[in-house]
């Protein structure tokens, strides 16, 4: 039984009636997930460590009736967005509490898989949604070192140990096996989407699953999103007055709190800081 639909006690009858209104209204909880998805410790960073307070305590509250899900993601680990989605859908299915998604700027790639933790999805019109895909990159540098006159020296055991190796030449074995990779990892990005989504898709796996990005009016009608809507307005809709919205506090460091800062939550800085902090990664 979720918190919103356990017993109220008969003694509050004897209290003022706005005191009362108040100790019986339905709550909702309203968790951000915003930046780049990494397991780096930094508090900007989503991941299962960062968040996992959080998560708990938007699910802590008595006669919790929701809990609204703010994404504000470029994407990233494919890992720590699995973990994340999972430790959110646990907690709901747990509690019995539904858990509501509302996109900002862009739920992309990994962004996406977050949103996907929602039974219901939202976008505001010009939000970015999609890049249903998986990616890897590195540099290959193997000809400036020759003209920087540096020599390169490797010791391995095992044939596939200086995978990817930025120092030589690309072989063609080694991309076979980031290709095997990238598809393993593909499937289970789709496999993920449908379980969630199911019958609400009605793109083609093509044209779904192919990296494309749409805005949030292309994404409703290939069932990506259930609706176009802003958190506010859907509150006011559904419970009007008669709520307590509880908004947590995105992590943030005890310095950056003591002085009264936040931390850089530039996601075009973040995207392009992570990039060259994770060559050679696989990034949804």
């Given amino acids: 039984m979720s918190g919103a639909q356990s017993k109220v006690s ?11 209104n108040q100790l019986t209204k339905p709550v909702v909880s309203v968790l951000r997930l915003q930046g780049t998805i990494s397991s780096q410790k930094s508090k900007k960073f989503i991941n299962l460590e960062n968040t996992r307070k959080q998560i708990d305590k938007a699910f802590s509250p008595k006669r919790l ?5 703010t994404v504000n993601s470029p994407g ?8 994340v989605t999972s430790y959110i859908q646990k907690k709901a299915s747990k509690q019995q509490v539904p858990v509501v998604v509302f996109v900002e700027d862009m739920a992309a790639s990994g962004g996406y898989w977050l949103a996907c933790a929602g039974s219901e999805i939202f976008a505001s019109r010009s939000s970015v949604i999609g890049s249903l895909g998986v990616i890897y990159f590195n540099l290959g540098i193997q000809e400036l070192i020759q003209k920087l006159g540096v020599e390169r ?3 391995t055991a095992g044939d ?4 990817m190796d930025p120092l030589s030449p690309l072989k063609e074995g080694d991309v076979k096996i980031i290709k095997t990779m990238l598809e393993n990892t593909h499937k289970h990005f789709v496999d993920h989407v449908k379980k969630n989504r199911g019958n609400k898709l009605t793109g083609s796996d ?16 290939l069932g990506l999103i259930d609706g176009i809507a802003n ?5 006011e809709t559904k419970f009007g007055d008669n709520v307590k919205v509880i908004r947590l506090k995105p992590p943030t460091s005890s310095i950056a709190e003591a002085f009264g800062a936040s931390l850089p939550t ?9 990039q060259l902090e994770n060559f050679g990664k696989l990034r949804i």
């Fill in 10 to 20: 008969p003694l509050l009858r004897f209290l003022p009636t706005k005191i009362r």
């Fill in 65 to 69: 009736a929701s809990v609204l899900l």
């Fill in 76 to 83: 990233g680990s494919p890992v720590q967005s699995d973990l």
């Fill in 153 to 155: 020296r490797v010791i």
């Fill in 160 to 163: 596939n140990k200086a995978l």
């Fill in 206 to 221: 093509d044209a779904l699953f192919n990296g494309g990005i749409w805005t949030a009016e292309p994404a409703l009608e």
């Fill in 231 to 235: 958190m506010d307005d859907y509150i």
């Fill in 266 to 274: 530039n996601i075009e800085h973040d995207l392009i800081k992570s």
